[in-house]
């Protein structure tokens, strides 16, 4: 691959304002993106997390209004709520580590050093205190993915923080499942009367954001 | 471009344990995964983060030990320290509403409802008081900017979370800066030797992750 593919595609993509709903992210692409969120990093790769996407009509006019009216999230092709835990319990690590022994085909008995690791870190360690932001955290590195990939293969998308969280966890039935609404990602094609599309991305300097300590 | 190839590169990532020291990233290469860093999106354009690349070797050493003696921070080719403001204050948004109003040629005065709305939200909102948090998701995002961009380059990278961060921060003189430390990335090439690149990657079942509502 060229590498001025990636900073072409990079420079391409913007936060869409308005998608074109008559267009579609094929069934093959889509798997893709899918993918991308699934392989994405996470501390201890202990994903933290679940991916909804809305294709109920209903469902996607509620979330509009508990997204300042934002209407991507109805013209979108594809519609992504991140969900992340509400608080990291022993269960998830214990399903975690059992993935881990049965994908690598080895004893769950010899990964309990790790596990000790992890439950003394995030469940009785210091950062316990503030895991709920840990899995939050987690979650915008699989948004970072899922857009990145998307930009690659000419696939629109917009983020959105702008949003009711607990409004979002009441229409989604997300209440008592362990998980809470983070941010959404709206996935589609630009539309040509976008005019974002036409308005230079504004960005610090180089020299303002990246020091070098030689 | 193929878009298996996007798919072929995230299941060839894995977060490297050992770096082949004696490869280093080009030259050229470094100014893509630094626009990468540049271009990565975030809550209204804010940018509220400084990327540290830390090439001194005495510096390196004390960051290595302040990183549970992970071998990366030393052995890769290039160190990344993500660093986001402790408190976003007004003084970030007016820089961010005078860099649009210089980029996009417009007065800045008409910029003023843009303002407003950031104040109002992040300053004087509900979300004021996690904005800590709230910066240093953005980084996150653009910690998968940089980290896919590099895979795509097929150039390895490592996301380092154990870390001291108030120890990096004086080890990296950003106390009183208004920035702090959150993570860090290891760039580089993997060392023949890590076993951990044969080893199977661990990710939840799609069906467990991804929840469809139709």
Chains 1, 2 share one sequence.
Not at 64 to 91: A, M, P, R
Not at 173 to 181: C, I, K, M, R, V
Request: glycine share 6%.
């Amino acid at each position: 691959m060229n590498h001025d593919f990636v900073l072409k595609q990079l420079t391409w993509r913007y936060a869409v304002k308005k998608f074109d709903s008559s267009k579609k992210i094929s069934a093959t692409d889509w798997q893709i993106l899918e993918e991308s969120l699934r392989l994405s990093p996470s501390s201890y790769g202990l994903q933290p997390w679940k991916f909804i996407v809305v294709h109920n009509k209903e469902i996607l006019k509620q979330l509009t209004s508990l997204s300042w009216g934002q209407s991507q999230v109805e013209d979108c092709s594809h519609y992504i709520v991140f969900t992340t835990k509400v608080q990291l319990d022993e269960e998830h690590i214990d399903r975690h580590v059992a993935k881990t022994a049965e994908i690598r085909e080895i004893d769950v008995k010899n990964l309990a050093g790790y596990k000790r690791v992890m439950v003394g870190d995030l469940l009785n360690g210091p950062r316990s205190e503030t895991i709920f932001h840990w899995a939050q955290r987690q979650a915008y590195i699989a948004m970072g993915f899922l857009m990145q990939t998307a930009a690659m293969m000419q696939i629109d998308s917009c983020p959105l923080e702008g949003l009711d969280p607990k409004g979002y966890d009441k229409v989604l039935g997300l209440e008592n499942t362990g998980f809470g609404t983070v941010a959404a990602v709206a996935c589609g094609y630009r539309h040509l009367d976008d005019k974002y599309q036409n308005i230079k991305k504004v960005r610090f300097d180089k020299k303002d954001i990246i020091i070098h300590l030689d």
